[in-house]
Structure formats: structure tokens, C-alpha cells
């Protein structure tokens, strides 16, 4: 096994550090991770971690973007697809889209939530906000296309609509991190995410 990682390329072995990074960031916190224990992890030296990412924050940020990144990229074409289908059918689901690919790869949110506990570092704050400004700008674009197909009220403010459904997001956020017992259900999900869309309804 050892020798066939030696073999591997560099952008082989920089995917596997970061697969590998990503599950003990998940598994800690950021300031508990040593650079021994995500060397070990992967399999590699704490130079090469350094050769590929200079030090543990150039680390985390490359996990923070490369899998924020494909979870954005996995919920994008999922709510883009079905909303080409039936843009109101899916204002009534996105929520449960989320969750759904939330549940493909949970150490993401585990990750994003650690850059949230991190935000004092600029740089790392900038990584969290564009991934939840992305949510956003998604969210946003979905209603107001469906406000000019008439779909929900003219008068209603897109950007406060927007936050509602984000809101649920970041609740969604806390949930997973936190493991809430009887916590955000996909029953509960749709229910909420029916309330919202009646109250943006004509």
C-alpha cells in the first residue's frame, strides 16, 4: 500500500491529503489537529504537507474550498435540474435538497463549521461567507425568476425572502454539528419549507 502512494502524482496525492485532512478536521477541532496527526492521516511526512500547502491553515483553507466547492456544485445541479422541471415544486423543496446532500458527505458541514469557529482569521472568514453568500445568491435566483413567472407576490422582498429559507440552512448547520435528537427531520423540513412558500404565495 506504502509503496503504491509513492508512485502516486502530485495531484493524486494533494486529493488524497485533502480527503484525508478533511476527516480529522471534522473528527477535531481546528486548533486540536496537529500537522503530525494530518501527516499520519494521510500517510505522508509533515514536509510534504508543507510542500503542498505551506502549514495547516493553507491546509484547511484548500479543504475548506475544494469540498465546499462540491457540495455547492452537488446542490446546484440537484435544485437547478428539478427547477427546470417545476420551479415552485422545488421553492417547496430546496430545504430537503440541502439536507439530502448534507447526508452525501456530512464532514463538509463538520469542516464549514469549524471555519465558523475560526472566523477571526480574515482569511478564513472570507472562505465561510462565500460559501454562504453562494446559498444566497441560489436561493435568491430561484425566487426571483419565480417572481417574474408570477409564481409568489410582486411585492414581496426577495432579499428578506431569501434569508427566511436561509435561516433554515444555517439551523440545519447547527443541527448536524450538534446531532440534535429528534432535531430537523425531512417531515419537518417540508412543513417549514410549505409555510414559507404559502407566505410568499399570491
Known amino acids: 500500500m506504502g509503496e503504491k502512494r509513492t508512485r502516486m502524482r502530485g495531484e493524486e496525492r494533494r486529493e488524497f491529503i485533502l480527503a484525508h ?39 484547511f483553507m ?3 474550498r475544494e469540498y465546499c466547492d462540491r457540495f455547492f456544485s452537488m446542490l446546484g445541479e440537484r435544485v437547478q ?4 422541471q417545476n420551479l415552485l415544486e422545488e421553492l417547496g423543496h430546496v430545504l430537503v435538497d440541502y439536507r439530502e446532500t448534507i447526508a ?4 463538509i458541514q463538520k469542516v ?4 465558523v469557529s475560526e472566523s477571526r482569521d480574515p482569511q478564513i472568514a472570507n472562505n465561510v461567507r462565500k460559501h454562504n453568500e453562494r446559498m444566497y445568491a ?23 425572502a431569501a434569508w427566511g429559507y ?8 447547527y443541527n448536524i454539528v450538534l446531532n440534535f435528537q429528534g432535531g430537523l427531520t425531512d417531515e419537518t ?3 417549514l419549507n410549505r409555510l414559507w412558500l404559502h407566505s410568499l404565495r399570491p
Open 21 to 59: 485532512a478533511k476527516k480529522v478536521f471534522a473528527e477535531h477541532s481546528y486548533a486540536e489537529a496537529s500537522t503530525r496527526e494530518l501527516a499520519r492521516a494521510s500517510d505522508v511526512t509533515e514536509p510534504m504537507l508543507y510542500k503542498h500547502f505551506g502549514n495547516k491553515k493553507g491546509l
Open 62 to 64: 484548500a479543504v475548506l
Open 81 to 84: 435540474r428539478q427547477a427546470e
Open 104 to 107: 452525501a458527505d456530512p464532514d
Open 112 to 115: 464549514l463549521f469549524q471555519g
Open 138 to 160: 441560489l436561493i435568491y435566483q430561484l425566487l426571483e425568476r419565480a417572481q417574474k413567472e408570477d409564481l409568489i407576490r410582486s411585492d414581496i422582498k426577495l432579499d428578506v
Open 166 to 173: 436561509l435561516s433554515v440552512v444555517f439551523a440545519m448547520q
Open 189 to 191: 423540513l417540508l412543513e
